[in-house]
């Protein structure tokens, strides 16, 4: 519902995702998942370039190892992501007909959602369908599952995974709603509009994940977020932020000052959040600097080491660290 409530007036689960090599080889990082997270996404291994490598035989074993963890642990989980147009095995490039495109993502959102119905409660059904810049006419984004099926691949994931498992939070996960970026305002619409659209249509939506992987060196749009979330209130949607870190490449090298500059913006969009609605989660895309996609993608000119997450690489408490905390308490 939303509200007047403070930032962190009331706690909120915490969260990382989990990436399978490091969770395997360093124990200091099973610590840091045991110690702060009360959510774990398996990052990779629910993916169909994980579990579909092989086209005929499905591949459980990183999500399973990953699945028991948390439950061994008392840690709540999501899943990520049933449908996305990356992460694909080659195979599933190849696909040519509406036919096969249908029936491999119907028959792989029911092996899959069976296989988890009783420990993964909530489901990023959809990963980044919209439009990178949407257009008139153009909301979605060219995958395979777009240029086979149509604007129904979205349908059909939401009502095949509602199917399967009745009692499932499904999600639609997507990036770009939080900061001045060209595109940021029609995205936001884009998702309203697919919700809009599954909900007239009596298919089972319930909220929309905010990745959250913040420019450092842009600013939060305040007020386009509290509108999002009016918007996402008005039809009973909830919101949860998925994939949190920071892309620190355009920052001045000094490595304090990009710590310091990054937990004051994850704290003014936390603020903007919460001052709006009340998300069910956040969760952050890895919990050190040690282990992160932001190294690759968006590798500093200066070869300094990016640092866009709450520990540091040694394991070490970061001041974005203090900021998750208090939303974690409510205090
Ligand atoms: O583990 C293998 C390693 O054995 C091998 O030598 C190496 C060679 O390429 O690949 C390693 O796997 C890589 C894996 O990350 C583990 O680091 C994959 O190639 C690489 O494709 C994979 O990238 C992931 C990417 O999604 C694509 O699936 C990133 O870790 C992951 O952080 C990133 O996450 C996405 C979200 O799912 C959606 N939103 C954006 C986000 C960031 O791109």
């Known amino acids: 519902a939303s509200g007047t409530a403070l930032a962190g007036e009331r706690p909120i689960p915490l969260g990382s995702a989990a990436e399978v090599g490091a969770f395997r080889t360093d124990p200091r990082y099973r610590d840091a998942l045991r110690r702060h997270c009360d959510v774990i996404v398996p990052m990779n291994d629910l993916k169909w370039q994980a579990l579909r490598h092989d086209r005929a035989r499905f591949d459980f074993s990183g999500a ?124 936001r619409k884009v998702a309203l509009d697919i919700c809009r659209r599954l909900k007239d249509k009596g298919i089972p939506i319930h909220g929309i994940g905010m990745q959250a992987h913040l420019y450092a060196d842009k600013d939060v749009d305040v007020d386009g977020v509290h509108g999002f979330m009016r918007d996402l209130d008005a039809l009973g949607l909830d919101v949860e932020i998925t994939e949190l870190d920071l892309i620190d490449w355009k920052l001045p090298a000094d490595a304090a000052g990009r710590d310091a500059t990054g937990a004051a913006l994850v704290s003014r969009f936390l603020a903007a959040v919460v001052a709006a609605k009340q998300p069910k989660a956040i969760v952050t895309w890895g919990l050190t600097d040690r282990y992160s996609w932001v190294h690759d993608t968006f590798p500093r000119q200066d070869r300094a080491r990016a640092r866009p997450l709450p520990l540091d690489a040694d394991y070490r408490p970061k001041p974005m660290l203090a900021v998750l905390e208090r939303y974690r308490r409510g205090t």
């Open 64 to 187: 399973d190892q990953i699945v028991a963890f948390a439950r061994e642990h008392g840690k709540a989980l999501r899943g990520h992501a049933l449908l996305w147009g990356e992460a694909l095995p080659p195979w599933a490039k190849e696909m040519t007909t509406r036919a096969e495109a249908e029936r491999e993502l119907v028959g792989h959102i029911e092996v899959v959602v069976d296989r988890y119905k009783d420990r993964i409660a909530t489901w990023d059904v959809v990963n980044e369908v919209i439009a990178y810049d949407p257009q008139p006419g153009a909301p979605y984004r060219d995958t395979i599952w777009q240029r086979l099926l149509g604007p129904e691949h979205v349908e059909i994931a939401y009502r095949t995974a509602a199917r399967v498992d009745p009692a499932a939070r499904l999600v639609l996960n997507d990036f770009h709603f939080e900061q001045q970026i060209p595109g940021a305002a029609a995205r």
